[in-house]
Nanobody, 114 residues
Framework: QVQLVESGGGLVQPGGSLRLSCAASGSIVDNAMAWYRQVQGKQREWVAAISRGGSTWYADSVKGRFTISRETARDIIYLQMNSLKPEDTAVYYC?????????WGQGTQVTVSS
């Protein structure tokens, strides 16, 4: 099965930016892909999705601040996060979109704090 490896998280001040990457060990070209996030003790939530053809959808909480993209030739999904807020603090994961069908990766921690 395809393995997913997320990276790019870190500590950033409110208003700052980060770019997350999700590298797949196999082809994901035929899948709509998505980013999800989870705060400890809470349910994992969907953040953004991108179709095979490049159409994108966003949760209302991140619309206008986050941008999802994909590099099809390298099976990589990105999440550009701008104007970060403390409430964006979470572990971020990628997976197929609706439903997530692959094994979850380890995620990448994003902490927004001054």
């Amino acid at each position: 099965q395809v393995q997913l490896v997320e990276s790019g998280g870190g500590l950033v001040q409110p208003g700052g930016s980060l770019r997350l990457s999700c590298a797949a060990s196999g082809s994901i070209v035929d899948n709509a892909m998505a980013w999800y996030r989870q705060v400890q003790g809470k349910q994992r939530e969907w953040v953004a999705a991108i179709s095979r053809g490049g159409s994108t959808w966003y949760a209302d909480s991140v619309k206008g601040r986050f941008t999802i993209s994909r590099e099809t030739a390298r099976d990589i999904i990105y999440l550009q996060m701008n104007s970060l807020k403390p409430e964006d603090t979470a572990v971020y994961y990628c997976n197929t979109y609706d439903p997530p069908r692959l094994s979850w990766g380890q995620g990448t921690q994003v902490t927004v704090s001054s």
